[in-house]
């Protein structure tokens, strides 16, 4: 079946680091692809998405790649800002599900 | 716009109670889903819909009903609650799974004791 693998956390930065979390995919056909972030007490906010094969899903300065030919969706940030802090979960959406990674724990330090 | 709107937040249920989760949306959202959220597990599907009168089973289905007579609702049934259903329940919506993205509920944490 489907399945989403994402680099475990947490992952701990200052503020201004670049921030890379990977995710890679296993889905038939093509899926779409999107980032969800979820803030403490809170429920899953979408980040940003891509729908084909070579489209960057961009917002809040974060971007992502859909490459199909690595099968992977990784999320880049140039300079995380404390308000980053959170957990990032990568999804695969194909057929009628959308399953999700397991999530990384962002820290980001003053 | 309320989105979509869970009840309770938080519920303590003994072992062998039954409850129903409550999940409603306003946007006309023909799909609607609900996951379960538990640590190092992420988020895993529960059951699923794609209309009014049409349900089928997510990744983790067992110990749980649901069912869709109207497109604004999406009730889950625990007809027996066990420990292992402790976790924090989130309802989610969409235009069109998977390819439109999906509108999360705040959660409902269940503590079954």
């Known amino acids: 079946g489907d399945s989403v693998t994402q680099m475990e956390g947490p992952v701990t930065l200052s503020e201004e680091a670049f921030l890379t979390i990977n995710c890679t995919y296993t889905?038939?056909?093509?899926?779409?692809l999107f980032w969800y972030v979820q803030y403490p007490g809170e429920g899953l906010q979408l980040l940003l998405k891509?729908?084909?094969?070579?489209d960057k899903g961009s917002n809040k300065g974060f971007e992502a790649t859909y490459r199909k030919e690595t099968t992977s969706f990784h999320l880049e940030k140039g300079s995380v800002q404390v308000s980053d802090s959170a957990v990032y979960f990568c999804a695969c959406g194909a057929t009628n599900k959308l399953i999700f990674g397991t999530g990384t724990l962002l820290a980001v330090q003053p | 716009n309320a989105g979509v709107t869970q009840t309770p937040k938080f519920q303590v249920l003994k072992t062998g109670q039954s409850m129903t989760l409550q999940c409603a949306q306003d946007?006309?959202?023909?799909?609607m889903s609900w996951y379960r959220q538990d640590p190092g597990m992420g988020l895993r599907l529960i059951h699923y819909?794609?209309?009014?009168?049409?349900?089928d089973q997510g990744e983790v289905p067992n110990g749980y009903n649901v069912s869709r007579s109207t497109t604004e609702d999406f009730p889950l049934r625990l007809l027996s609650a066990a420990p292992s259903q402790t976790s924090v329940y989130f309802c989610?919506?969409?235009?069109?799974?998977?390819?439109?993205?999906?509108?999360f509920g705040n959660g409902t944490r269940l503590t079954v004791t």
């Open positions: 889905a038939t056909g093509y899926p779409s």
């Open positions: 946007m006309n959202h023909e799909y």
């Open positions: 891509a729908t084909k094969a070579d």
């Open positions: 819909s794609v209309g009014a009168g049409i349900t």
């Open positions: 989610a919506s969409s235009e069109q799974a998977p390819r439109a993205p999906l509108h």
